[in-house]
């Protein structure tokens, strides 16, 4: 059974920090890149960072860059996002995500996904 899982997310006041975690099992994790979307209420689900399947090259939405660090253990089989200086405007469902390829920096070629962990940020 595939699973990707969630953690970290909750409440913060604008500036802090948070480190979303995403742990995996049932599917093959390290050949293949990883990447963290959300979806903020009555929006699309965005595309957010994306690492390689070795950690070389990763991937950023401009509104997050220097704020948020994406990486991954592939001896775990999981992946995080280190969330930093967090805006009211970062307030969403964050999800993690399998890619189908090493790279994973198109936002459609990602095909397993998490349940989502809801990060609110309070100004």
């Known amino acids: 059974q595939v699973q990707l899982v969630e953690s970290g997310g909750g409440l913060v006041q604008a500036g802090g920090s948070l480190r979303l975690s995403c742990a995996t099992s049932?599917?093959?994790?390290?050949?293949?890149?990883m990447g963290w979307f959300r979806q903020a209420p009555g929006k699309e689900r965005e595309f957010v960072a994306a690492i390689s399947w070795d950690g070389t090259n990763t991937y950023y939405v401009d509104s997050v860059k220097g704020r948020f660090t994406i990486s991954r253990d592939n001896a775990k089989k999981a992946a995080y996002l280190q969330m930093n200086s967090l805006k009211p405007e970062d307030t969403a469902v964050y999800y993690c995500?399998?890619?189908?390829?090493?790279?994973?920096?198109?936002?459609?070629?990602?095909?397993?996904w998490g349940q989502g962990t809801q990060v609110t940020v309070s100004s």
């Open positions: 995500a399998r890619a189908n390829n090493a790279e994973g920096s198109n936002a459609v070629e990602y095909n397993y």
């Open positions: 049932g599917v093959t994790f390290s050949p293949f890149a």
